[in-house]
């Protein structure tokens, strides 16, 4: 069983729509979970990042974590065409190091 | 503007030649990492470095090899030795907050390299 699950997609949806993006992770201890964006050819943006259990909202973004059901999700309200990317799941034990285990991404177009 | 800088972005090389990618970055960061971008498989770690002169291996670490000479530079060559180099490679950094990592990692733009 890999370490983080998260659906590749593709997804598309049409403009104004809600967006959910979601991993599931296996490992309990983990405790610091993150959301990156990518563009197409640029590298990955830290895009929501949350410690332990519960929601974090930033504008049109809200990230929330289960760690009683180990699920990870990123939520998009009124998606944009600039809103394409790749978004990818990430967590890590945090602490000493910052090894980073990521999900495989799911590709997400915005139409417009 | 402080970020990190990859070179080149682009690279042609032939089977059985060693390759070296660089990074630099200007953020003041003590820890900088490679990772490898295939499809459908996510961001692997190739080696991560946490001081100057110290570098640790990451999950895919056979048929590369780093140095930390400065803190600013953590440059990758990929060897012969790499079975199946062609990939985007992402070079990264993060700083170590009071109470430790915390997750942030900070991405040069990449340099994909195709192996003929």
């Known amino acids: 069983q890999k370490e983080v699950e998260q659906d590749p997609g593709p997804l598309s949806v049409p403009e104004g729509a809600i967006v959910s993006l979601n991993c599931t992770y296996s490992n309990s201890a983990f405790q610091y979970f993150m959301w990156y964006r990518q563009y197409s050819r640029k590298g990955p943006e830290l895009l929501m990042y949350t410690y332990s259990s519960g929601n974090k909202e930033d504008g049109r973004f809200t990230a929330q974590v289960d760690k009683s059901s180990k699920y990870i999700s990123l939520f998009i309200r009124d998606s944009q065409p600039s809103d394409s990317a790749t978004y990818l799941c990430a967590i890590t034990l945090g602490g000493a190091t910052n090894k980073l285990i990521f999900g495989t991404g799911t590709l997400l177009a915005v139409q417009p | 503007d402080g970020g990190i800088t990859q070179s080149p972005k682009y690279l042609f090389r032939k089977e059985g030649q060693n390759v070296t990618l660089s990074c630099e970055q200007n953020l003041n960061h003590d820890a900088m990492y490679w990772y490898r971008q295939d499809p459908g498989q996510g961001l692997r770690l190739i080696y991560y470095?946490?001081?100057?002169?110290?570098?640790q291996k990451g999950d895919i670490a056979e048929g590369y090899s780093v140095s930390r000479e400065k803190k600013e530079s953590f440059p990758l060559t990929v060897t012969s030795a790499q079975k199946n180099p062609t990939a985007f490679y992402l070079c990264?950094?993060?700083?170590?907050?009071?109470?430790?990592?915390?997750?942030?990692?900070?991405f040069g733009e990449g340099s994909r390299l195709t192996v003929l």
């Open positions: 470095s946490q001081i100057v002169n110290d570098f």
């Open positions: 990264a950094s993060s700083i170590r907050g009071t109470g430790g990592y915390t997750g942030e990692l900070f």
